[in-house]
């Protein structure tokens, strides 16, 4: 199983940016996608969550109505659009996996099986 994120990088306060995951080695559209976070010095956090069928999508209170988690089941990818993005954002953005069959994603990293390797997003003020 490969889950593996690209997008990330060095914007401005209050710039966008698309993250983007990439998953082969599993059934894509079985499995519940989030996003998490890490920033130095701190534990992860949950950023967003989508259900398998990507019509059901949960985000962090910090988060909301500024990103948007989407899923293609069709290209096994996960999409994550940060907008108006803060100097505390700054952290290692992480796809994960969940085998979850329910209409609502988990939330918690330990619900996730597989984790991608993370890319890096700074905000500069």
């Known amino acids: 199983v490969q889950l593996v994120e690209s997008g990330g990088g060095l914007v401005q306060v209050g710039d966008s940016l698309r993250l983007s995951c990439a998953s082969s080695?599993?059934?894509?559209?079985?499995?519940?996608m989030g996003w998490f976070r890490q920033a130095p010095g701190k534990e992860r956090e949950f950023v967003a969550a989508?259900?398998?069928?990507?019509?059901?999508?949960f985000y962090a209170d910090s988060v909301k109505g500024r990103f948007t988690i989407t899923r293609d089941n069709s290209k096994n990818t996960l999409s994550l659009q940060m907008n108006s993005l803060k100097p505390d954002e700054t952290a290692v953005y992480y796809c994960?996996?969940?085998?979850?069959?329910?209409?609502?994603?988990?939330?918690?990293?330990?619900?996730?099986?597989?984790w991608g390797q993370g890319t890096q997003v700074t905000v500069s003020s």
């Open positions: 080695g599993l059934p894509f559209s079985l499995y519940a």
């Open positions: 989508i259900g398998w069928s990507g019509t059901m999508a």
């Open positions: 994960a996996a969940a085998y979850n069959q329910r209409p609502h994603p988990p939330h918690g990293t330990n619900a996730y099986d597989y």
